[in-house]
C-alpha cells in the first residue's frame, strides 16, 4: 500500500522560502510510471496544482505557469522523497499543501495528510 | 474563476439521486483529457472516486457512476447516505495553461 508523509514547518515569514517534503513508502520516486506531484488548497484559490516531478529515462520537472518563477521540486533518490520550494512566498501562499502521485491513467492517489502553511510575520 | 465549472452545492435527501456537473472547454475536457473526481470529507484530504471519466478505483461504491458528454462531465450519486455529505472535485488537464486544474467544487449536504 502507497502511503506518503508530509513534513515542513506550518510558519513561515513573508519574502521567505516555504519548504515541504514528502516520504514516499509502497513506491518509488524513480518510477517509470508515476508522477509526483504538489497541490494547495485555499478558500480564495481553491485546488490549485503546483508543479510535479517524474523520471522517465530522466528527470523531468513540470511547473504550473502561476508559480513557475518561484518554484522548485526536486527528487531525493537515497530517500525516496520529493520536495517543495516556493521562494518569495506573501500571505496569497497561505494554504494547506498536499503532495499526490499520478499512477498512469489510474488517477491521482494517494494523497499526502497535508500541512497548513502560514505565511505571516 | 476555476477553470472547470461545478454548481456551488447539491442538496438530496438519504436514498436519492443526485448529479454534479462539470463544464470545461476545447482545451480540457473538451479536447479529451481524462477527468478524474475527488470526494473531500471535512477536515481530511481529497480522495479519488472516479478516474478516467468512468472508472471506479477498488473500493469506492457502485453508487457513484461518471459520464461525459461533449465537454461536460458528470458524477451521479445514488442512493444517497449520510456519509456522502462532503465536498466533490473534477479535474482535468489544460492545454491552454498546459497544467492541471480543478473544477471550483460542490458542497454535497444529505437532507
Known amino acids: 500500500q502507497v502511503q506518503l508523509q508530509q513534513s515542513g514547518p506550518g510558519l513561515v515569514k513573508p519574502s521567505q522560502t516555504l519548504s515541504l517534503t514528502c516520504a514516499i513508502s509502497?513506491?518509488?520516486?524513480?518510477?517509470?510510471?508515476?508522477?509526483w506531484n504538489w497541490i494547495r488548497q485555499s478558500p480564495s484559490r481553491g485546488l490549485e496544482w503546483l508543479g510535479r516531478t517524474y523520471y522517465r529515462s530522466k528527470w523531468n520537472n513540470h511547473y504550473a505557469i502561476s508559480v513557475k518563477s518561484r518554484i522548485t521540486i526536486n527528487p531525493d533518490t537515497f530517500k525516496n522523497q520529493f520536495s517543495l520550494q516556493l521562494n518569495s512566498v506573501t500571505p496569497e501562499d497561505t494554504a494547506v499543501y498536499y503532495c499526490?502521485?499520478?499512477?498512469?491513467?489510474?488517477?491521482?492517489?494517494?494523497w499526502g495528510q497535508g500541512i497548513l502553511v502560514t505565511v505571516s510575520s | 474563476q476555476s477553470v472547470l465549472t461545478q454548481p456551488p452545492s447539491v442538496s438530496g435527501a438519504p436514498g436519492q439521486r443526485v448529479t454534479i456537473s462539470c463544464t470545461g472547454s476545447?482545451?480540457?475536457?473538451?479536447?479529451?483529457?481524462?477527468v478524474h473526481w475527488y470526494q473531500q470529507l471535512p477536515g481530511t484530504a481529497p480522495k479519488l472516486l472516479i478516474y478516467g471519466y468512468t472508472n471506479r478505483p477498488s473500493g469506492v461504491p457502485d453508487r457513484f457512476t461518471g459520464s461525459k458528454s461533449g465537454t461536460s462531465v458528470s458524477l451521479a450519486i445514488t442512493g444517497l447516505q449520510a456519509e456522502d455529505e462532503a465536498d466533490y472535485y473534477c479535474?482535468?488537464?489544460?492545454?491552454?495553461?498546459?497544467?492541471?486544474?480543478f473544477g471550483g467544487g460542490t458542497k454535497l449536504t444529505v437532507l
Open positions: 509502497g513506491d518509488s520516486v524513480s518510477s517509470n510510471s508515476a508522477a
Open positions: 499526490v502521485r499520478d499512477q498512469d491513467s489510474s488517477g491521482w492517489y494517494p
Open positions: 479535474q482535468s488537464y489544460d492545454s491552454s495553461l498546459s497544467g492541471w486544474v
Open positions: 476545447s482545451s480540457n475536457i473538451g479536447a479529451g483529457h481524462d
